[in-house]
């Protein structure tokens, strides 16, 4: 059931399994998501860190 | 702890030896045992991955870091995507192509036996060593939860994840894992929602991320280079990338997880989940230490997490820690009651009342630490003490004995992946290696099961002789540092420069450790503006602090191997081809 549930969430995340996939967007998704990661700590310390 | 937490540890922790006992049962040949026949499905490797990384420590020195100090830590982590792309895009095909069991396999054929031997040998001294300090963090907690002694809580804790890890092999690791990532998650999840049901009802989520914010502890980006700094978004995504790279890339126990998964495709998804879950992850962890600053605002706190019985040994002593917790207990009460009128009114002059009880509070509590460290003689930084008080202390009968074996679990969960790769490097690079008479694959898979009890008995006994040192979890990333960036810069010859030889690389290599060396010892002196370097066994100076922080050790290694390694490629060319 785990299995199942996992391989549907690949699907979701459009990563089939045993199928060609297109890496490349997969790595710019990657990429724009470690950029996301820094904006959003960026955002968090300006707004909530008062002194 | 009560009988039912005590039952509760217990099953658990049997179910966890039972379950990861039974899985080494199929496995035939070393590739079964070391390596799962390579039919690992990709989320089951991803989050062993992950469980791998998140042990005891994830659980007590990080949220004790972001108590005692802020929530910068999770900058380390935020070089991980970019890692996960580079690894999958190079090295899981690189690997997948040559069919490896360990990484430093496929090192032999480009640059000969010497350069796999020693990267495999730096693996094996650099795991062995921090192995210790995984079973040593656990045990300090586990020992003060449970009463037991520190040596005996290292044994208990060694035996069980050697036992397992000797029948189970890498299946049993990986299914065992999963399991451990699941119960420390929850006690996570609910230690979080419990310090939100015991703050006072007109206190939201809100009125505690501005107190925290008040409090400068809601940083989680600091944009200031400095290169003596530990944590800011330049070591994090620059220098922390060198470190994912080789942690994640060249590092056995991360690179054996995705190497038991059947494709390419599996190993690369197995590695991405890393990359989407493992910085959010550390997020929480540290919110979550943070809002236990915020809970012992509205809640009676020791002025010491550890010592609970006053070590004075003379009156004087006695005396001035007696002074000490008065002005603790009048600051903590001021500290109370100006949090709630700063929340009530949001206005500078309640926030700065507010500030100044805290710093006072803090100065008695640091005086009364130094006290202590003058008298006793011994490490009393509290850090790794904070969670296991608030778990003996505020969560409820049954809940104790999930968490604490949660707490277990997560030590496990670290220990098992590290004593399967550490066989594993040692089997296949070494032993099999250099053996000279041929010897079946029952042999080598009985071996594999003695020498993984060897490792267990040898990370048992680092871990007895590590004592109780500074915050564990910096001293895990520093051992690694020395390593590391090396390795990497010997990864990328092999992949990126076509013309690099044996004697480069092994060169290279050897110039990349003596480079971070010199670096970990260059300190300065902001008084005197003066760079000097000591030699480990010389006394540094009080006004000498380290020139430059660890992380930044790990591009030095890597940097200093590949000039170095290409130099002597070129300049013995024609020699050595």
């Known amino acids: 059931m785990l299995s199942n549930t996992f391989t549907t969430l690949s699907y979701l995340f459009a990563l089939p399994e045993n199928s060609s996939k297109n890496w490349n967007a997969i790595y710019l998704g990657v990429f724009l998501l470690g950029l996301l990661f820094i904006a959003v700590f960026w955002w968090f310390t300006s707004t909530y860190n008062l002194p | ?577």
Not at chain 2, 400 to 419: T, Y
């Open chain 2, 1 to 577: 702890m009560h009988w039912i937490d005590w039952s509760i540890l217990g099953v658990l922790l049997m179910y966890i030896v039972w379950d990861g006992t039974r899985r080494g049962k199929k496995a035939d040949s070393i590739e079964g045992y070391l390596l799962a026949g390579r039919s690992m499905p990709w989320w089951a490797a991803g989050l062993s991955v992950m469980a791998t990384q998140a042990s005891a420590i994830t659980f007590i020195g990080t949220t004790g870091l972001a108590y005692t100090e802020d929530m910068r830590f999770v900058q380390v982590y935020l070089a991980i995507p970019f890692a996960m792309i580079l690894i999958c895009a190079f090295l899981v095909p690189y690997f997948s192509k040559k069919k490896s069991f360990t990484a430093y396999e496929v090192l032999e054929e480009r640059f000969g036996l010497s350069t796999r031997l020693l990267t495999s040998g730096l693996f094996l001294l650099s795991r062995g060593l921090a192995l210790g300090a995984v079973i040593a963090a656990p045990s300090y907690v586990l020992s003060l939860l449970l009463g037991f002694p520190l040596s005996a809580t290292i044994v208990i804790i060694g035996t069980l994840a050697t036992v397992y890890t000797m029948f189970g092999g890498v299946a049993g690791v990986i299914q065992t894992d999963i399991k451990q990532m699941a119960i420390m998650m929850f006690g996570l999840i609910f230690c979080f929602g419990l310090i939100f049901s015991k703050l006072p009802v007109d206190v939201g989520f809100g009125d505690a991320l501005y107190l925290a914010g008040s409090l400068d502890k809601l940083t989680a980006l600091d944009l200031t280079f400095d290169l003596s700094e530990k944590y800011n978004v330049w070591s994090g995504v620059f220098a922390a990338l060198f470190l994912m790279l080789s942690y994640f890339g060249t590092d056995q126990t991360q690179v054996q997880r995705y190497l038991t998964t059947k494709s390419v495709a599996d190993a690369r998804n197995s590695l991405l989940l890393t990359a989407y879950a493992k910085v959010p992850m550390q997020f929480f962890i540290l919110l979550l230490g943070v809002m236990l600053y915020v809970f012992y605002i509205f809640n009676e706190a020791p002025i010491s997490f550890r010592a609970s019985e006053p070590v004075a040994k003379t009156e004087q002593q006695a005396l001035i820690e007696q002074q000490l917790l008065t002005d603790y207990e009048a600051a903590r009460t001021t500290r109370r009651e100006t949090a709630l009128q700063a929340i009530n009114q949001r206005t500078k002059s309640q926030q700065d009342a507010f500030l100044a009880a805290d710093e006072a509070m803090n100065t008695a509590r640091t005086s009364d630490l130094k006290l202590q460290a003058s008298i006793s003689q011994t490490d009393v930084n509290d850090t790794n003490y904070i969670f296991p008080y608030f778990i003996l202390t505020v969560v409820p009968i049954g809940v104790v004995g999930l968490i604490v074996a949660g707490i277990f679990a997560a030590a496990m969960s670290s220990i098992d992946s590290e004593l399967n790769a550490l066989t594993t490097v040692f089997i296949v690079d070494w032993y099999r290696r250099l053996k000279r008479t041929p010897a079946t694959e029952a042999h080598f898979l009985k071996s594999s099961r003695g020498v993984t009890v060897a490792w267990g008995v040898i990370a048992t006994l680092s871990a007895l002789a590590l004592g109780e040192t500074k915050s564990i979890i910096e001293l895990i990333n520093q051992i690694g540092s020395y390593f590391y960036g090396s390795i990497l810069g010997v990864f990328v010859l092999l992949l990126w420069v076509k013309q690099a030889t044996a004697r480069g690389a092994f060169i290279g290599l050897f110039s990349g450790m003596l480079a971070v060396f010199t670096f970990d010892r260059l300190y300065y002196s902001e008084i005197l503006s003066d760079y000097s370097f000591f030699l480990p066994w010389s006394a540094v100076p009080e006004s000498y602090s380290k020139a430059i922080e660890f992380l930044w050790l790990n591009p030095v290694g890597t940097i200093a191997t590949v000039i170095i390694g290409c130099t002597i490629s070129l300049l013995f060319s024609q020699k050595d081809h």
